[in-house]
């Protein structure tokens, strides 16, 4: 007897399988594709609790800050949708008392120090970059150790005071001008630049500082946006420095004033808001519009940098 074969195990394509092609590997299932409606459900509840619980509060914030005084009294101090709105605690603010220099302090010393920060980094980590630069290895190790180690406060103060930086503006900038983090993030960036491209630029004729300011600047763009963004949020919220340097209380800056006047619970008076004491909002409404203002800033520059956000950090972060 002959034995008799069955051509659909023989042949893949009479059987209605697609034959396999040499080389490819099956596609692996994601973890979202084998989780079951339970779990789905589970994960979309949790992800609407912790977005509630962040968006809730800053409602509140806000709708406080713009609500009618009677409306807020009676609620006790927090309205979540206002019956009314009421921009007169905005306008006593921002009268040219007390907050509104502090907020141009604040816009001051964060746009200044911002644009000195990046200034040293990029200038310090394209030095750092360059491995025939006179002391490289001495300075990386000290800027690692800087990384590794704080000076202290009682040391940092003293040098301050050393410095004649003492009620001075600069005491809120120079402190924390160059971070470590940062000189090695744009470093890595630098030492990541083609070697190649670099040479051409010397054959052509171009010196260090033309090849630094042509090719290495434009071609850091992202990476700059990134270490931009965190030193402007550091400038922005900072407070300790101001707290620690400056005695002269015209001198605060927006979030010290936040910090005595919101935190502290400190009452803002008439003279201190440049109005009338009659005009005066509700002490609650006028410490969330003042929230307000120090949170817009931040929320309003950071959709433009965030779509360099992830290229600059790891571009910056991973070599090659």
Request: proline fraction near 6%; glycine fraction near 8%.
């Amino acid at each position: 007897m002959t034995a008799t074969t069955d051509p659909t195990r023989t042949d893949p394509t009479r059987s209605g399988a697609a034959p396999e092609r040499p080389g490819r590997t099956p596609r692996r299932r994601r973890l979202s594709d084998t989780a079951g409606p339970v779990e789905k459900t589970v994960k979309a509840v949790v992800l609407t609790i912790a977005c509630a619980l962040v968006i809730i509060p800053f409602i509140g914030i806000v709708s406080t800050s713009v609500a009618p005084a009677d409306q807020v009294t009676d609620a006790g101090g927090f309205v979540l949708l206002p019956r009314d709105i009421d921009l007169s605690a905005y306008r006593s603010i921002l009268s040219g008392g007390v907050v509104a220099r502090a907020l141009l302090i604040s816009i001051g010393v964060t746009v200044i120090g911002t644009l000195l920060s990046l200034t040293l980094t990029t200038m310090l980590a394209w030095a750092l970059a360059r491995r025939g630069t006179v002391g490289n290895r001495a300075m990386l190790l000290l800027v690692l150790i800087s990384l590794l180690f704080s000076p202290g406060l009682i040391p940092s103060y003293l040098a301050v005071r050393q410095f004649g930086l003492i009620d001075s503006y600069w005491a809120l900038i120079i402190p924390t001008a160059v971070s470590a983090f940062n000189v090695i993030v744009v470093r890595s960036f630098f030492v990541g630049l083609p070697a190649e491209l670099l040479e051409a630029a010397r054959i052509d004729g171009a010196s260090e500082t033309q090849i630094f300011l042509r090719i290495g600047l434009p071609l850091s763009r992202a990476v700059l946006a990134v270490v931009g963004l965190f030193y402007g949020v550091g400038y922005w919220n900072a407070f300790f420095n101001a707290l620690l340097y400056l005695n002269d209380s015209s001198r605060w800056p927006l979030q010290m004033v936040l910090r005595t006047y919101v935190v502290n619970g400190t009452e803002l008076g008439g003279t201190d808001l440049g109005t009338v004491v009659e005009s005066t909002p509700p002490q609650t409404t006028i410490q969330m519009a003042i929230l307000v203002i120090s949170i817009i800033p931040i929320v309003a520059v950071y959709p433009f940098l965030q779509r360099h956000f992830a290229k600059g950090m790891l571009t910056g972060a991973v070599k090659g």
